[in-house]
């Protein structure tokens, strides 16, 4: 697992990544907010452009999500899918699942309590990277 490096500003919000064959997960730790979303926007936008746009993003160690991540979250959604990726969440904290689910984006992406189950239900051995359906 890496540990992405932050700027002062973004010391509040730690970004591991960690390639598992064909899918990346992308672990958030602290609060994603104005003063660092950036963070993750640009880690997630490197795998983009790296090709790696089949992403777990794991928000269980998130503790705060503002309107920015939110944004970054859907821009991210986008941009892999327009690539022939997709973006899978998870998360069971229940403070952010309540975020999630009033703005309606568990309907958009998406969305599992823990990694291993977003894992097996969306990248199931044997799967193969292709453009989805949907």
Not at 45 to 54: I, K
Not at 80 to 89: A, H, I, N
Not at 90 to 114: E, G, H, M, N, Q
Request: glycine residues 8%.
């Amino acid at each position: 697992m890496s540990l992405d490096r932050m700027s002062p500003a973004s010391r509040q919000l730690l970004v591991n990544v960690e390639p598992i064959g064909d899918v990346t997960v992308v672990a958030a730790e602290g609060e994603v907010d104005v003063a660092s979303v950036a963070a993750l926007r640009e880690r997630l936008v490197e795998l983009a452009v790296e090709g790696r746009v089949h992403v777990v993003l794991d928000l269980n160690g998130v503790s705060f999500l503002d309107s920015m991540g939110l944004g970054a979250i859907i821009a991210t959604r986008r941009k892999f899918k327009s690539l022939g990726g997709q973006l899978v969440l998870a998360c069971s904290a229940p403070v952010i699942l309540k975020l999630l689910r009033l703005t309606s984006l568990d309907k958009v992406v998406p969305l599992y309590a823990t990694v291993d189950e977003a894992l097996a239900a969306e990248f199931p051995p044997g799967w193969v990277p292709g453009p989805r359906a949907s």
